[in-house]
T-cell receptor, first 113, second 109 residues
């Protein structure tokens, strides 16, 4: 089944403890992206990647890192999480620049205390 | 500054009604997407448009590139259509996506 898989679905952590949220897709998509969703603010793009070893900042990259060492994986790294990073996170993928549909992961609800 | 504006924010309809959700954007785009998010959070891509009109079942999406406006229509609405509908645009000057804050639709039996 074609899908984007995020893990974990739920995570509670403490301020400053490094964490990684994984994202993997099995559709050979070039484009992958991370978003956070907050009440009243909607979805905002954190980072995106056009292909292996190519990443770019979105609207709200501060406090986050990403890497794209393999085409299928695009992990989101929080080196030192803070409470304002408590949010619902989504990974998504698509074929490259072509006007193609978008597939979202199921989301990761992160709470930083 | 909001690159994408949606209206209305909230919408309640009786089952069977025709529903329209509007989206206006201020940036140049390569594509516009309509997304559906059900309670529980999963997001599904409904349409991707770069021009004209698309139809899928009871859902119709239109876009007017000159006016920078898109509409999502639901004919013969049903309670299972209750969800948040989100408009998103892909910038044509980079690969960033911008999102509206969503329209929360409730369809009452």
């Amino acid at each position: 089944e074609a899908q984007v898989t995020q893990n974990p679905r739920y995570l509670i952590t403490v301020t400053g403890k490094k964490l990684t949220v994984t994202c993997s897709q099995n559709m050979n998509h070039e484009y992958m992206s991370w978003y956070r969703q907050d009440p009243g603010l909607g979805l905002r793009q954190i980072y995106y990647s056009m292909n292996v070893e190519v990443t770019d900042k979105g609207d709200v990259p501060e406090g986050y890192k990403v890497s794209r060492k393999e085409k299928r994986n695009f992990p989101l790294i929080l080196e030192s999480p803070s409470p304002n990073q408590t949010s619902l996170y989504f990974c998504a993928s698509s074929l490259s620049r072509s006007n193609y549909g978008y597939t979202f992961g199921s989301g990761t609800r992160l709470t930083v205390v | 500054k909001n690159e994408v504006e949606q209206s209305p924010q909230n919408l309640t309809a009786q089952e069977g009604e025709f529903i329209t959700i509007n989206c206006s954007y201020s940036v140049g785009i390569s594509a516009l997407h309509w997304l559906q998010q059900h309670p529980g959070g999963g997001i599904v891509s409904l349409f991707m448009l770069s021009s004209g009109k698309k139809k899928h079942g009871r859902l119709i999406a239109t876009i007017n590139i000159q006016e920078k406006h898109s509409s999502l229509h639901i004919t013969a609405s049903h309670p299972r259509d209750s969800a948040v509908y989100i408009c998103a645009v892909r910038s044509n000057t980079g690969n960033q996506f911008y999102f509206g804050t969503g329209t929360s639709l409730t369809v009452i039996p």
